[in-house]
């Protein structure tokens, strides 16, 4: 296997016409920042590079739709674009800016090498002109009646009714988005690159020596490449964007697709004026380009085309392009608005930018379209990250304050079982198993295992139940060294949570560093599956929630938030809208049930408890056994939840008890109270009624 010296990482680069929304963050950003910080935690000479495509026809369109220059327009949303991506924890080591004069220097010198070596050809077209604008018209920005659905809205390149791909001579009765004008056609001059000259190279370099990127770029790929390439126009008619360098054409700039990837060129020259030659120049260098599935063939074979013509640069040795990430079963669209803005989202949920980071790799798009829906962003919140990672991080401290005088405790190894031993191990194994997930662009999966770890700690802890062995002073003394082994093992579990969880989520690894009174050195990967993380007799501060429960009314609210901004906005197909989308848990409501008294209200003995252990009953499919914690007894009770919830998933689980019901033997055990649950209308799911997090077990509920 080739080895490398040196990654240099790109990430797409954003129009800078607007804001930026969850589906960008899921198809590149978060997956190019989650493989950069592994690559720095593996001490990696690695440059992570991105910044904002300031040029082509969506700038200049927007401008003229707000009345200002382009410049403003770029000026406004690359401050909005670079805020959300700080916001959200998008380690670049630089943002930059196709507007800057680094970039047009860039991209000028890189066409005119081209150029001078006679390597594009001089063609003489007609295009479609807009006469009350005085500007060409991109196929997107002219509108006529779709030939195959009547659709009177459809684009010069596609129908959204009904799909069809289309190009403006093909339209009825096209005219301009910008004037309403009927368009004419008029000869202009353009310089094009021979694509089809560059098959047989591409063909060798890509579908030969690149069969293992993911088969979603392959496959788009070898179908652009068994159709055919053809001659492709690198520049356009406009005033905005890199001027051709050539004196014989005024009013022509460089083709946006041919000028932003060289934007990937220029910021590593302005991060590294001295130096950026060793990243895109020495063979050593592995190059991966985040992108989404949109900008496959720009990144895989125009790109890679141009460099190879130009000569002297490295090629991307991979491309994990993601597919896309719908909203609520919809498609994102900007133009209607139905999206969930970056933005909007740290300023409604501040200080939960870990919950979306989390969110958005536990449901990435990598292999196919994936949907975001706010009601499976809380229950990831809630039902994994609060109640498993979250969980088993705060029982560790707590009972480390609470048991152990607040310092780590001692390992005794004369005491040791087969259980504290096997965590080492199982831990290693996992260690591996993350690291060939990241190497290989499998973030989801690699998320699943940390998450794992989290789930092993919970069971382990569950097994020893230390409180137990604590429950009277006399107790505690005669089992002390136990409660320590366990309190120690779930510690160095909790330091090794925060260091194969940084990649994925960086403020949460922060909080358990700080918490554990480390510095974040600690975070550095060779550390990870040590279990001598922190030192014996060490004090730690007291615990804070990593994360915090989000409300059902929160959720309402995105929802609503949502379906109001997608109304204000026309809707794609007639007599469709997100705005008419069902509201949130949507559905029957069940009926009432007969009215009782305080009396009979007041016969009902409710505590808090925890549940401690899960199992399937056998040969019943919906039946859970449950041992649940109400302090001063341990309760078994047989619960129908089994296809609501895996057994794995709930230890640990607060919730309220019917402690006064007559005993019941359901398949041959006898079930001694009753979980409170609560149905979602519409969907059936059931959710736990609990209690709050600081209730201690066997408390009543009133």
Request: aromatic content about 10%; overall charge neutral.
């Amino acid at each position: 296997m080739k080895q490398f010296k040196r990654y240099l990482v790109t990430a797409a680069l954003p129009y800078a016409n607007g804001p930026v929304h969850i589906g960008h963050l899921a198809g590149c950003y978060l997956p190019a920042d989650i493989y950069v910080r592994y690559l720095r935690s593996r001490k990696r000479a690695v440059q992570f590079v991105g910044g904002t495509d300031e040029h082509g026809v969506p700038i200049t369109i927007k401008a003229m739709q707000e009345n200002i220059t382009p410049r403003d327009i770029v000026d406004k949303y690359y401050a909005l674009i670079s805020e959300s991506f700080s916001e959200m924890g998008i380690s670049f080591d630089i943002f930059s800016r196709t507007s800057k004069p680094v970039h047009h220097e860039t991209a000028a010198g890189f066409f005119k090498k081209m150029y001078d070596d006679g390597l594009f050809e001089e063609k003489e077209t007609e295009q479609y002109y807009d006469e009350v604008k005085q500007v060409f018209l991109a196929d997107r920005y002219i509108i006529g009646t779709c030939p195959n659905c009547g659709n009177e809205k459809a684009y010069g390149d596609q129908c959204e009714r009904c799909g069809s791909s289309l190009s403006p001579d093909e339209l009825i009765n096209p005219r301009s988005a910008l004037s309403d004008a009927v368009p004419v056609k008029r000869k202009t001059k353009h310089w094009y690159l021979p694509l089809q000259q560059y098959e047989p190279w591409l063909k060798e370099w890509l579908l030969e020596g690149h069969q293992e990127w993911k088969n979603n770029v392959y496959g788009q790929c070898k179908s652009w490449l068994d159709h055919g390439l053809q001659s492709r126009a690198m520049t356009r008619d406009s005033n905005w964007g890199v001027k051709v360098p050539l004196p014989d054409a005024e009013g022509k700039v460089l083709y946006v697709w041919f000028d932003a990837p060289i934007g990937y060129i220029s910021a590593t020259k302005e991060l590294l004026p001295d130096s950026w030659e060793t990243y895109w120049k020495q063979d050593d260098t592995k190059l991966v380009h985040f992108i989404g599935k949109d900008n496959i063939v720009f990144h895989c074979i125009i790109f890679p085309a141009m460099l190879k013509a130009h000569g002297g640069y490295v090629l991307p040795e991979n491309v994990p392009a993601n597919e896309f990430l719908n909203i609520e079963g919809e498609k994102v669209s900007t133009s209607r608005n139905w999206a969930v803005w970056v933005h909007d989202y740290v300023k409604d949920f501040p200080g939960q930018q870990d919950v979306l980071r989390y969110v958005l790799c536990a449901n990435a798009p990598e292999n196919k379209d994936n949907d975001f829906t706010w009601k499976d962003f809380q229950d990831r919140n809630n039902n994994e990250l609060v109640a498993i990672f979250g969980n088993f991080i705060n029982r560790t401290l707590v009972l480390m304050h609470k048991l152990c005088n607040g310092k780590v405790p001692p390992f005794h190894a004369d005491i040791a079982d087969e259980a504290d031993r096997q965590i080492g191990l199982f831990l290693q194994k996992q260690k591996e198993k993350i690291k060939d997930a990241l190497e290989h662009f499998r973030f989801r999966d690699a998320l699943g295992e940390v998450m794992n770890i989290a789930r092993e700690g919970n069971r382990y802890m569950q097994e020893k139940a230390p409180w137990l062995l604590a429950k009277t002073p006399e107790l505690q003394t005669q089992h002390q060294q136990q409660i320590d082994n366990c309190i120690h093992v779930c510690l160095q579990l909790t330091a090794n949570l925060g260091i194969l969880i940084n990649p994925f989520l960086p403020y949460t690894a922060k909080k358990i560093c700080h918490m554990l009174k480390v510095v974040d050195r600690m975070l550095e990967w060779e550390n990870a599956g040590s279990m001598k993380l922190v030192k014996t007799g060490y004090s730690l501060r007291a615990p804070e929630l990593l994360f915090r429960k989000i409300a059902d009314e929160e959720i309402a609210l995105q929802l609503e938030k949502l379906r109001s901004g997608a109304a204000l906005s026309a809707p794609a197909q007639p007599g469709k809208t997100p705005a008419q989308a069902p509201p949130a848990n949507a559905g029957p409501v069940p009926a009432a049930k007969p009215e009782i008294t305080y009396e009979d209200f007041a016969k009902l003995d409710l505590r808090a408890g925890i549940i401690t252990e899960a199992a399937k009953v056998e040969k019943a499919d919906k039946l859970l056994r449950l041992t649940v914690d109400l302090g001063a007894e341990q309760r078994t009770v047989v619960s129908g939840i089994a296809q609501h919830y895996a057994p794995e998933d709930i230890i640990g689980r607060r919730v309220t008890l019917v402690a006064n019901l007559a005993p019941r033997k359901m398949r041959g055990i006898t079930s001694q109270g009753m979980i409170l649950m609560a149905e979602e209308a519409g969907s059936g799911r059931l959710v736990f009624v609990g209690a709050g997090e600081d209730v201690p077990p066997g408390s009543g509920v009133s």
